[in-house]
T-cell receptor, first 113, second 112 residues
């Protein structure tokens, strides 16, 4: 069965802390994505990666960075967390040719206090 | 700029009713239009998808209607059930790119 696993489901961090959100997929997908989901704003793309060590900015990359050292793993990094980064973060993956399904993890709820 | 516009933001129907969620797009390069269903506390999951070479696709109680000339597509849920209560997202992508563009979501509540 298809699996995108986000290791941390619920996190509470303090303002200014460095935060790592980890995502692993077991489908050998080339593409991996990080989205942020907020009420009324839908899913907004933060970063995506189409290959190991490759990354592209999405619509809202400010305040975030990513790392993809292995094909199956894609990490989202908040260098200095701020309260406006309190949100639900969704990792997803897909094969390189769009038109194939994009699979989502179950989400990581981050609260920055 | 929102690449895919979705309406309404929320929808309440009685059990057995037919909720309709609408989406519109501008980029004529889009050629794959999926709908995702998301239950509280879960990630979105693919529900049904369509390509622009057909005007309608049906899977069980879920139907996508597609109007290529108007650049619009919609999701219809026949004989809706309380278990269909969820947030629904439309999306679009193009074979020439690697990105998916999502609508802002519709929160559907089906009242027993």
């Amino acid at each position: 069965d298809v699996k995108v696993t986000q290791s941390s489901r619920y996190l509470v961090k303090r303002t200014g802390e460095k935060v790592f959100l980890e995502c692993v997929q077991d489908m050998d997908h080339e593409n991996m994505f990080w989205y942020r989901q907020d009420p009324g704003l839908g899913l907004r793309l933060i970063y995506f990666s189409y290959d190991v060590k490759m990354k592209e900015k999405g619509d809202i990359p400010e305040g975030y960075s990513v790392s993809r050292e292995k094909k199956e793993r894609f990490s989202l990094i908040l260098e200095s967390a701020s309260t406006n980064q309190t949100s639900m973060y969704l990792c997803a993956s897909s094969f390189v040719h769009t038109g194939n399904t994009i699979y989502f993890g179950e989400g990581s709820w981050l609260t920055v206090v | 700029q929102q690449q895919v516009k979705q309406s309404p933001q929320s929808l309440i129907v009685q059990k057995g009713g037919i909720p309709i969620i609408n989406c519109a797009y501008e980029n004529t390069a889009f050629d794959y239009f999926p709908w995702y269903q998301q239950f509280p506390g879960k990630g979105p999951a693919l529900l049904i998808a369509i390509r622009p070479d057909v005007s309608e696709k049906k899977e069980g109680r879920f139907t996508i209607s597609f109007n290529k000339s108007a650049k619009q597509f919609s999701l219809h849920i026949m004989d809706s059930q309380p278990g269909d209560s969820a947030t629904y997202f439309c999306a679009a992508s193009a074979d020439t790119g690697n990105q998916f563009y999502f609508g802002t979501g519709t929160s559907l509540t089906v009242i027993p």
